[in-house]
């Protein structure tokens, strides 16, 4: 690339602009690369789900209880494979500020309605044969520093005092996406020793049916079948639960979209401003590059050029930062967002919409440049 | 053998025929050029000399293709320049016209070698061919210690000369000077002086020449007065055409 001498040595003209210049979009990229994990992390749960997972909830909300009774009518009704319950736990390891999700389950059919959740089949046995056994998802373990054979203490919320845990095995998730911030113990132990008044009941069903397509029809048919009871239900597929969670937080992507889009406007008016200042500077240099015959579009695609070399540089910068920020320092939240990843397909689209910022900033001038008369550059020496 | 009749032999190597150049300033019509003949022979040193707003640089702002005329033809080596599109004559001056502007205009950013380098990357040429180009035009214009300095490590005289080496890099047809001397010492003006007549009488290029300064246009074989827009040959045809 003989001209590459050319576009560098006018791009590193002044050091400290482009140093700014590149860090503007640095920062943008930065943002832009932490933004879509937290969305992603919010949306995770609903591109993840199974489509052929049902979740049965009380009508009335999700902190309402089902009857345990309900497990064998449901399973009664056409087209279900499998059924399994949870209860929220909610309690306290060590401070409030260790948030993890700790869910009673049920032992002989967890794994399977969630096969993707794995569990090696000796810690898997030891955890069943143990009553205060319990299995920590990788990323919780690793936060806490756990390993199998820990005890672990956890302090009850709504039900009293102090929990002790033995840990018996660990789970990873099949897919790179899978939570596995969770943690399991046997819903037997639990039921054991809640207040009465929480005895013989679910916090809400998880289940699978033999077909996807027919996910609508058992839908209804379960809600059919309590309907008119003292716990009513709302059954729906795993992707709308999910989907329907993330919308109790708010309209994520609403404010997500907006800081994205207030962020790049202000990069855009940053670059154009500053592209702007590059071409009017080099007027004079600009005209005797035509004069020596160099084309108007060679000089539109310099400074286009420029500007583009200046939104990847500064666009890949910012997201190699923000993929080091969510591989070093994880999830801020600890826990609240259990699927914190930059993904290589969030990276290109990133540096792509660099890129298109890059393009339009620098486009005006580059346009600019191109339409300059020698004669009139000349004169203005 | 320059003339300005429009008589001139049809081997001429610049051949200008009746060129008008007119500018509108507000509703008023500026005429700079009128009528003008020119026919210059190939390796001629012409000055032309004139008071401000003579229409001295429009002449060669005309001849190098960066503006177009009004009415009339301009002929170069055989070439009408005067209706070509605007790509082909950039193509067209990258062959054939070498630019000497009073103010250098070297891109501060790039090395000498790199300034005198830049209308090669145009050409189809190897980056060895290019180097050993560059090299023999900085050695015409005795820079050869000075390749890899920047123009702010240069003297006014030293970045001129880097300015004609860069004009005479790519072999141009012949070369454009807008007052070469216009921003120099006398000792740096004669150096410039003095390689523009070498490049004349060693190499044969044709140069045209605007100054101001008499003793510059000394060195010319010819010097040409523009007036109002009028070019008339001598110093004697001069005051006569003012008078």
Redesign the interface.
């Known amino acids: 690339m003989k001209y590459r001498g050319l576009i560098f040595a006018n791009l590193f003209r002044k050091k400290f602009r482009l140093l700014l210049t590149i860090g503007s979009f640095a920062v943008a990229l930065f943002l832009f690369g932490l933004l879509a994990v937290v969305k992603g992390a919010f949306s995770q749960g609903v591109d993840i789900a199974g489509a052929d997972r049902l979740v049965i909830i009380n009508r009335v909300s999700i902190i309402q209880p089902l009857p345990l009774s309900y497990k064998d009518r449901i399973l009664r009704i056409p087209g279900v494979k499998s059924i399994t319950h949870d209860n929220w736990f909610g309690g306290i390891y060590q401070d409030e500020r260790n948030f993890f999700a700790q869910f009673a389950i049920d032992v002989a059919t967890q794994r399977e309605v969630f096969p993707e959740l794995v569990v090696p089949e000796d810690q898997w046995q030891n955890f069943v044969k143990d009553r205060q056994g319990a299995i920590a998802g990788a990323q919780t373990a690793k936060r806490f520093g756990w390993k199998v054979g820990d005890r672990i203490p956890i302090k009850g919320t709504f039900a009293p005092g102090t929990w002790e845990f033995n840990l018996q095995g660990i789970y990873h998730g099949a897919r790179r996406q899978d939570d596995e911030s969770q943690f399991w113990f046997q819903w037997d132990y639990f039921e054991e020793r809640v207040p009465d008044r929480f005895k013989g009941l679910v916090g809400w069903y998880t289940l699978r049916v033999e077909n996807p397509d027919d996910a609508g029809r058992i839908a209804k048919a379960i809600d059919q079948e309590f309907s008119n009871s003292p716990y009513e239900t709302r059954t729906e597929t795993e992707k709308a639960f999910a989907a329907g969670w993330v919308k109790q937080m708010g309209n994520i992507q609403f404010l997500i979209l907006s800081i994205g889009s207030v962020v790049f406007f202000t990069l855009l008016l940053v670059t154009g401003n500053t592209m702007a200042i590059a071409v009017r500077e080099r007027t004079a240099e600009l005209a005797v590059l035509k004069a020596v015959g160099y084309s108007d579009r060679f000089v539109l695609l310099l400074v286009l050029g420029e500007s583009l070399i200046m939104a990847v540089l500064g666009g890949g910068v910012g997201l190699l930062l923000a993929k080091g920020f969510t591989v070093m320092v994880g999830d801020p939240t600890h826990g609240l967002l259990p699927y914190f990843y930059l993904s290589l397909g969030t990276m290109s689209a990133g540096l792509g919409l660099a890129v298109a910022v890059g393009a339009v900033s620098g486009l005006v001038p580059a346009i600019g440049a191109m339409r300059l008369r020698v004669v009139d550059a000349l004169r203005r020496v | 053998m320059v003339r300005v009749d429009g008589r001139g032999d049809s081997n001429s190597l610049i051949q200008i025929r009746g060129l008008d150049k007119t500018y509108r300033r507000g509703g008023e019509e500026i005429h700079v050029l009128q009528g003008l003949n020119l026919d210059v022979g190939k390796g001629e040193f012409v000055a032309f000399m004139g008071p401000s707003g003579s229409g001295k640089t429009t002449l060669l702002?005309l001849l190098?293709g960066?503006?177009v005329p009004s009415r009339g033809k301009i002929v170069v080596d055989g070439d009408e320049i005067t209706h070509m599109s605007?790509?082909k004559l950039?193509?067209w001056?990258?062959?054939h016209v070498g630019?000497i502007?009073q103010?250098y205009?070297l891109?501060?950013?790039?090395t000498a070698f790199?300034n005198v380098e830049?209308?090669l990357?145009?050409t189809k040429l190897s980056?060895s061919e290019r180097r050993r180009h560059v090299e023999t035009a900085l050695g015409v214009v005795g820079l050869s210690d000075r390749m890899n300095y920047y123009p702010r490590q240069l003297s006014g005289g030293q970045e001129q000369r880097v300015a004609i080496a860069?004009a005479i890099v790519a072999d141009p047809t012949f070369l454009l000077c807008d007052e070469p001397t216009g921003d120099l010492d006398r000792k740096s003006a004669d150096d410039i002086l003095n390689i523009l007549t070498r490049l004349s009488t060693e190499y044969a290029k044709t140069i045209l020449m605007v100054t101001h300064d008499p003793m510059a246009a000394e060195r010319a074989q010819a010097t040409l007065h523009l007036n109002k827009g009028v070019l008339v040959e001598g110093v004697e045809a001069a005051a006569g055409s003012l008078a």
């Open positions: 702002n190098g960066l503006d605007g790509n950039t193509e001056r990258a062959r630019f502007f103010m205009n891109i501060p950013v790039l790199q830049l209308p990357l145009l980056k860069r």
